[in-house]
């Protein structure tokens, strides 16, 4: 059965936290992105659902993508969409899954209207800026911060 892209079922959701929290584990410093990330599917889930994708492998849940309308950069006035997170699991993590929901995710911000996609990396993403650099994204700015 081949990889299907499709929007989120509630069933989806403890799937797809466990599959982050599967990513976590390797990234010490984000201790507190598992409570974000649960939060951000509940308000996606009630303000546009559509932005929930699934990547489905033979009924399961492999992989997901968080896509929301952002709205106008300031500068531009260019309809802005983002991806808030990616996750896949790890046995699909080179299998083209990331790739696949990325693409998903452009097609339906487009759909809605966005001339620009945006994504944020933290300093530690490591591979995954190399996914982001394949499907044509480029560094746009630098976001600073600084411990109190």
Known sequence: MPLVVRRVKVLDLPVLEGLEAETVKRFPSRTRWLQTFGQLLEKTLSEEPEGLL?????????GGAVARVRGEQALTG???????????????????????????????????????????????????????????FKVASWELEKSL
């Open 54 to 62: 699934v990547a489905d492998y033979d009924g399961r849940a492999i």
């Open 78 to 136: 260019a309809k802005v969409g983002r991806i808030e997170a990616l996750t896949v699991a790890p046995g699909w993590r080179t299998q083209g899954v990331a790739e696949r929901l990325v693409k998903e995710a452009e097609a339906y911000l487009k759909s809605r209207g966005c001339q620009v996609l945006s994504v944020s990396l933290p300093a530690d993403a490591g591979a995954d800026g190399e996914l982001y650099r394949a499907a044509g």
